[in-house]
C-alpha cells in the first residue's frame, strides 16, 4: 500500500530525479531502454546514476560490460562502479555467477532499501531505477519509500504485451505515481535489402495504450540487431554516439523523457490557482 496521506518521503541524498523505468512482463527490452536511457542522459550532459532494482535478474552489469565489485566503506557506505560516465549498482556485482536468489519480501525491501540510501550517488540529475516486471515488492518498496519523479512504461508492440501494461500503468496510477510516457521496443524492422519497413510484432499499440491513458508517447524503437549485439558485449549502442546504428530514437527517448521530466517539475512547483 502506499503511503498515508500526508506522509512524506524523504529524497535520496543529491538526487535531483528519481525516474523509474518498468514493464508489465519480461522480455519486452525494459533493460535494454534503461541503460541505453541512462547513457543517451549522460552524453546529452546530465550526471546520472543507475539502479538496477531487478534482483532476481540483474542484467545491467552484462549490458554494461561490468564485473567490478562496488566498494563498501562500512556498513552505511556503499561507492557505486561507474561504466561510461554512469554510476551504477546491481545485486549482479554482489552476488556474481549462477547462483540464484531465494528471498522474500522483507529481504527485498532492505537491499533496495540499501541501494537507495547507502550508496553514495554524489550529485545526479537523474537515478535511473530498473524495475523487475509486474508489479510486485520492489516496485511497492520504491513506492512506499521515495520519492518518484516519473514511470517510463515500456512494451512492445504484441497484444499479449499490451494486456500486462495496462495492469502496470493502473498500478502506478492508483499509487499517484507519475507516467511520464510509454516506450514502444521492437516496433518495426528495417529491411537492409528493399529498405522497407517490417512490422514484425504489429506496430502502433503502444500509442494507442498512450492515448487511452491519456499519458504522452514517448516514442519507438526499432529492432536493430546493433541494439542487441551492444546489449550482449557490453557496448551499449547509446554508448557509441547519437549517429550510431540504432541509436538515432533511444536519445529521440531520452529527449523526450527530459521535457517531461520538466513539465512534472513545473506542475509541482507552479503555486495553486484558487477558486472563488
Not at 503511503?3 to 527490452?29: D, H, R
Request: aromatic share 4%; net charge negative.
Amino acid at each position: 500500500m502506499p503511503p498515508a496521506p500526508g506522509m512524506t518521503k524523504a529524497p535520496i541524498e543529491g538526487v535531483k530525479n528519481l525516474i523509474t523505468v518498468a514493464s508489465g512482463k519480461g522480455g519486452v527490452g525494459k533493460t535494454t531502454v534503461a541503460v541505453n536511457l541512462a547513457i543517451a542522459l549522460k552524453n546529452l550532459g546530465a550526471s546520472v546514476g543507475l539502479l538496477d532494482a531487478d534482483v532476481y535478474g540483474p542484467n545491467v552489469p552484462v549490458m554494461l560490460g561490468s564485473n567490478e565489485q562496488p566498494q563498501a566503506l562500512d556498513e552505511r557506505t556503499i561507492i557505486p562502479v561507474e561504466a561510461y560516465g554512469v554510476k551504477m549498482i546491481s545485486m549482479g556485482l554482489l552476488n556474481p555467477g549462477d547462483k540464484p536468489l531465494i528471498w522474500r519480501g522483507p529481504m527485498l525491501h532492505s537491499v533496495i532499501q540499501q541501494f537507495l540510501r547507502s550508496v553514495r550517488w554524489g550529485q545526479l540529475d537523474y537515478l535511473i531505477v530498473d524495475l523487475p516486471p509486474g508489479t510486485g515488492d520492489v516496485q511497492l518498496t520504491l513506492i512506499q519509500s521515495a520519492p518518484i519523479t516519473g514511470t517510463v512504461i515500456v512494451t512492445t508492440p504484441s497484444i499479449v504485451a499490451l494486456a500486462d501494461v495496462r495492469k502496470a500503468v493502473e498500478m502506478f496510477r492508483q499509487v499517484n505515481t507519475e507516467i511520464l510516457g510509454v516506450v514502444e521496443n521492437m516496433s518495426y524492422f528495417n529491411c537492409p535489402h528493399c529498405s522497407g519497413r517490417i512490422e514484425v510484432f504489429g506496430h502502433g499499440e503502444g500509442q494507442t495504450m498512450a492515448r487511452m491513458f491519456g499519458v504522452p508517447f514517448l516514442g519507438d524503437i526499432e529492432i536493430d540487431p546493433q541494439i542487441r549485439i551492444g546489449g550482449d558485449t557490453g557496448k551499449p549502442v547509446a554508448s557509441l554516439g547519437e549517429d550510431a546504428p540504432g541509436a538515432k530514437s533511444l536519445y529521440a527517448i531520452a529527449r523526450a523523457v527530459v521535457d517531461r521530466v520538466q513539465t512534472v517539475n513545473a506542475s509541482a512547483t507552479s503555486p495553486a490557482v484558487e477558486i472563488l
